[in-house]
């Protein structure tokens, strides 16, 4: 333990912009070698059952200490090759479909699903359009908000949008310290506020969108630290790590009833958005 | 048929009587956007915000949009002091909020009430394009999961016209987990066998799109709406299609 917590980065020491620059890092692990350090026995599932296998998104029965659970996540692939055939993690309505066939075989047989999710957002082109890429999104985040096993949802790297939000309705939402979380990407976000994406950097600091910002905004419940630069740079340190956690929120969890964790989760979210009252006149 | 006749001059008179008292809806001659022809006012409102000459469906303001289809032109509006707390202390937003505001009379994107059609007690909700492109924010989601959980313990039908330019962007991560609540609002809603009803108008795009708008049992919409996930603007700058 000690060797790794040498390791850390001091907090506060790095830009938004750095953040964003360090989730993207292309050494940064994915969900494949996230799924390789941390469970074993992993049976992928593949394909929507319908029309297609999208391998943007990826997901299977695995074990987890010995205990049998869920994982799916966004895979962004790890050479240029794979990177085109994930569309660079970014996934279309049959990966969301796949996503939901696998949460609801997981509540089926009573796993807990655990969810990895590094996307920049979902595929925005024509035909994901014409497949009805809002619809599959916004069904997976209404099955997951009402599933009765515990589910755990990380934050690993990029999360944008509704493509991300999709598979991170957890009972637990927890960030990897240099990961970011937004409503859109900061290109995005600039080309739609400013209609200029090249102010991206400045975005990224009016977007609050780097894991102490969430935390302070109730968004998320907890920060795993990464060791010092980023993940890439030792990710066998960040394993431990998350390994760590996600024991200790699994632990908690499988305490509840399926009612309890349905209810739980409909209630963190229920409660995210604070409003006012205005006095006198609209 | 003789139900459908009355209901239709119901709601011309109460189209009439807004007139009358100058409550009526505000449409300045115009120029309709898709055939060319200079509108009239009245001819506008009496074809109910359709063009006359080519179908093409104007943008309604949100409470116009629920008189016109409520019994007597009447409902009850719900949490019509909600406004958002700037959760983001994103710069000039408030400012811009506060304009808004006096400019329509409303809290935020998104109208409420319970009214009723054809004699049933429905809960309504229409989104308002004048307002930040009907964006979603805490106060649109929080307004809507309101009415939502209303609906589902007095069991009554439940219509939402959507428009929205998506996720408020001056509220980030908050407008995002608005699709989360809402989406959920509807799951509740739907396993208690509520029927929902979703009506997509010009345009509904975005996180409007990828949450509650697609939930519904019957989808409607507009003829020539603008329906996707990712806006014109988004595609274009992340793929360039």
């Not at chain 1, 609801?104 to 047989?109: E, I, V």
């Not at chain 1, 739609?192 to 780097?210: N, P």
């Not at chain 1, 200790?248 to 229920?270: G, H, I, Q, V």
């Not at chain 2, 609906?151 to 991560?173: C, D, N, Y």
């Amino acid at each position: 333990m000690s060797d790794k917590t040498d390791t850390l980065a001091p907090v506060d020491v790095l830009t938004a912009a750095q953040r964003v620059a360090i989730a993207r890092h292309p050494g940064r692990p994915g969900v494949a070698e996230i799924i390789d350090a941390l469970f074993t026995d992993f049976f992928e599932q593949r394909g929507d059952r319908s029309s297609t296998d999208d391998p943007s998104i990826m997901g299977g029965i695995a074990r987890f200490h010995g205990r049998p659970v869920t994982v799916l996540g966004n895979r962004k692939g790890a050479d240029i090759e794979e990177r085109v055939a994930c569309n660079f993690g970014m996934a279309s309505p049959e990966g969301y479909r796949k996503a939901q066939r696998i949460m609801l075989a997981a509540q089926k047989f009573g796993r807990p699903i655990l969810t990895f999710v590094d996307t920049s957002g979902a595929y925005p082109g024509l035909e994901a359009e014409e497949h009805g890429q809002g619809e599959a999104i916004a069904r997976s985040i209404e099955l997951m908000s009402s599933l009765t096993v515990p589910v755990i949802s990380v934050i690993c790297g990029e999360g944008g949008s509704g493509g991300a939000l999709a598979l991170a309705v957890g009972n637990r939402v927890i960030m990897l310290e240099n990961a970011v979380y937004s409503v859109l990407s900061p290109e995005g976000f600039a080309s739609i506020l400013w209609k200029d994406s090249s102010r991206a950097d400045e975005a990224c600091e009016v977007m609050k969108l780097t894991a102490d910002d969430l935390l302070e905004l109730g968004i998320i419940d907890g920060i795993i630290p990464e060791p010092a630069g980023g993940a890439h740079e030792n990710a066998t340190a960040l394993f431990q790590v998350l390994d760590t956690q996600l024991t200790r929120e699994l632990e908690a969890l499988s305490k509840m009833s399926p009612t309890a964790l349905a209810n739980d989760r409909y209630r963190k979210f229920r409660a995210m958005g604070a409003t006012a009252v205005k006095r006198g006149r609209i | 048929m003789a139900g459908i006749l009355a209901e239709r001059r119901n709601r011309l008179l109460a189209l009439k009587k807004m007139r009358q008292q100058g409550t009526a809806p505000a449409v300045e001659e115009k120029t309709c956007p898709s055939c060319g022809r200079v509108l009239h006012d009245d001819d506008l409102v009496n074809n109910q915000f359709v063009c006359p000459y080519c179908g093409h469906h104007f943008a309604i303001p949100a409470r116009d949009r629920i008189k016109m289809i409520a019994d007597d032109g009447q409902f009850r509006e719900l949490d019509v002091a909600l406004v958002s707390t700037d959760p983001l202390e994103f710069p000039d937003y408030p400012d811009k909020l506060a304009k808004l505001r006096s400019k329509t009379r409303q809290g935020d994107a998104i109208v409420t009430g319970i009214a009723k059609i054809g004699g049933v007690r429905v809960a309504v909700a229409a989104l308002d394009t004048r307002f930040l492109m009907a964006s979603m924010g805490a106060v649109v989601g929080e307004k809507l999961t309101r009415l939502i959980e209303r609906a589902t313990k007095q069991h009554l039908p439940l219509i939402v016209f959507s428009a929205s330019g998506g996720a408020r962007m001056q509220e980030g991560i908050i407008s995002l987990m608005q699709m989360a609540k809402t989406s959920a609002a509807i799951q509740r809603f739907s396993d208690k066998g509520g029927l929902y009803i979703s009506v997509l108008t010009h345009p509904t795009t975005g996180g409007v799109t990828a949450s509650f708008a697609s939930l519904g049992d019957i989808m409607l919409a507009e003829p020539g709406a603008l329906i996707g996930f990712a806006g014109p603007r988004v595609i274009e700058q992340t793929i360039g299609e």
